[in-house]
């Protein structure tokens, strides 16, 4: 159940992504449609990268705040 959140969360970033990169400022307005295409690859491109540095941030987050079960264990044994 959580993959299909991720999956879901993935998705949406991609579009809206690609939806941001292709609709700002005059990139739409009069433009070809290859131009149109190239700046939708590039915001997908960008939006892919930016879902896993969320993923690596949370783990780097979490792991500096819990301590692994392996200290904890010789802390006890050391009293």
């Known amino acids: 159940m959580k993959e299909q959140y991720l999956n879901a969360l993935i998705l949406v970033v991609i579009a809206a992504g690609t939806v941001f990169a292709t ?11 290859l131009q149109t295409i190239f700046f939708c690859f590039v915001g997908a491109i ?34």
């Open 23 to 33: 609709f700002i400022g005059d990139v739409s307005r009069g433009v070809e449609p």
């Open 46 to 79: 960008i939006a892919i990268q930016v879902v896993p540095a969320f993923v690596l941030v949370g783990r780097l987050v979490k792991g500096l705040l819990t301590r692994p079960e392996k200290d904890l264990a010789e802390q006890k044994l050391d009293r």
